[in-house]
């Protein structure tokens, strides 16, 4: 039977600070994670995801686990590269090969393979597929790290209309309007009085179980997920996940998802992880004073964007106390402990500790202890495996 298995190739692998904790199939881009993209178009279930060897025990949700080491991947699977974005409406019925941009970007596997062919992530999956062509499709490639922020604006304008009509039902609500683009919420959201609904710049998308609470002003595009809470102030131009809480002027960011930025400060621009918690009064800059091009830390050194705005990108589990300052193009490694009153640099490494350099590490069985107590507010196990996953991370961590 023909099922998924995602592909981390070697520049998925350096996306840090996210390739650490997660595969690339497990990052949102748009409304959605790239996984379920693909297992909407192709109606297929995802079977696993190859990447590097310390993600072996990674486990979250419904997400596939990583394909054991001396496995073999069996004749009529899909394989995906997982960077490839694709639109959240496209029907794909039986292929061979799929290009997207002159590259390919999913094959189905005429002869079982072994899992070694693709240890180092330097494989083509074109190569694997000897049919001539391939069918184009449209869709996005994540080159960098950075672009899942570049793009949120196209994607959602995309995203969120077809989102809609795949709901199952969409609710009645009491609130200022405005804007000729559409506002989509769905039944079980709460709308609370005095909020205002923007869609002058974009549609707007609330899942169930969302909660808007009063005198929010919600901007297009915008999608909110299931269970998540905006809180109040301006929160434009976003693709919130589920189970967050957000207050205070948030903009032009990504939330991957059961993460909190619950009081007031200034993000933009910016992408956060799962797990992550802003304290009171963090703020991103995300425009240089010289109005440049922004700089960013990735593990093949400091290399330039070309984006005029970038903000921060947090790892999962990171966490900032009171008042922290993050400067434009901040990468902040995966469980990460930020507090104190010194600005932190543009790049912290994980499970970094501290109020400023040089970091201690943050001690691992601490570090599993918070996790387990924060995950736990949210009535989600840290089990056992997801123990292995994140004790791997720790060791593997990367230095600056």
Not at 140 to 164: C, G, H, S
Not at 196 to 225: C, E, K, M, N, Y
Request: aromatic share 8%; with cysteine; proline share 5%.
């Amino acid at each position: 039977m023909s099922a998924l298995y995602f592909y981390d190739d070697v520049r998925a692998r350096q996306f840090e600070p996210f390739a650490l904790t997660r595969p690339a199939c497990e990052l949102r881009a748009g409304t959605s994670l790239i996984r379920r993209r693909w297992e909407r178009a192709t109606s297929l279930d995802s079977a696993g995801f190859i990447s590097s060897p310390h993600l072996a025990h990674f486990e979250e949700g419904n997400a596939p686990p990583a394909v054991p080491a001396k496995a073999e991947i069996p004749a009529g699977s899909v394989i995906v590269n997982s960077r490839c974005v694709i639109p959240f409406g496209l029907e794909l019925d039986r292929f061979d090969l799929l290009m997207c941009e002159g590259a390919a970007c999913a094959v189905r596997l005429a002869r079982s393979i072994p899992l070694s062919q693709f240890a180092d992530g330097s494989v083509d999956i074109g190569s694997i597929q000897t049919s001539l062509g391939g069918r184009k499709i449209q869709g996005r490639w994540m080159n960098e790290v950075w672009d899942y922020v570049a793009t949120l604006t196209d994607q959602l304008m995309e995203d969120i209309p077809l989102r809609a009509k795949a709901m199952s039902a969409t609710a009645k609500f009491s609130a200022t309007t405005l804007g000729e683009h559409g506002v989509f919420v769905e039944e079980g959201a709460e709308i609370g009085p005095q909020v205002v609904l923007d869609a002058s710049g974009g549609p707007i998308l609330i899942r169930r179980g969302a909660a808007i609470a009063p005198f929010t002003h919600l901007v297009g595009p915008i999608a909110v997920g299931r269970g998540s809470q905006i809180l109040g102030d301006r929160v434009g131009t976003s693709s919130i996940g589920d189970h967050c809480k957000v207050r205070g002027e948030f903009s032009n960011s990504i939330v991957l998802g059961h993460s909190n930025k619950g009081h007031a400060g200034f993000v933009g621009h910016s992408y956060l992880g799962r797990w992550v918690n802003l304290g009171a009064l963090t703020a991103t800059s995300n425009l240089k004073n010289t109005y440049g091009p922004v700089q960013l830390w990735t593990p093949s050194g400091v290399r330039g964007t070309g984006q005029q705005f970038l903000g921060t990108i947090f790892g999962d589990h990171a966490k900032t106390g009171i008042g922290t300052m993050l400067s434009t193009g901040t990468v902040v490694g995966a469980g990460a402990n930020l507090f104190g009153s010194n600005m932190p640099p543009k790049v912290v490494p994980p499970f970094a500790w501290g109020d400023g350099e040089p970091y201690d590490t943050y001690d691992v069985t601490r570090f599993l202890t918070v996790a387990e107590r924060v995950m736990s507010r949210r009535h989600v196990e840290l089990g056992d495996n997801t123990r292995k996953q994140l004790s791997e991370a720790h060791k593997k961590r990367w230095s600056v």
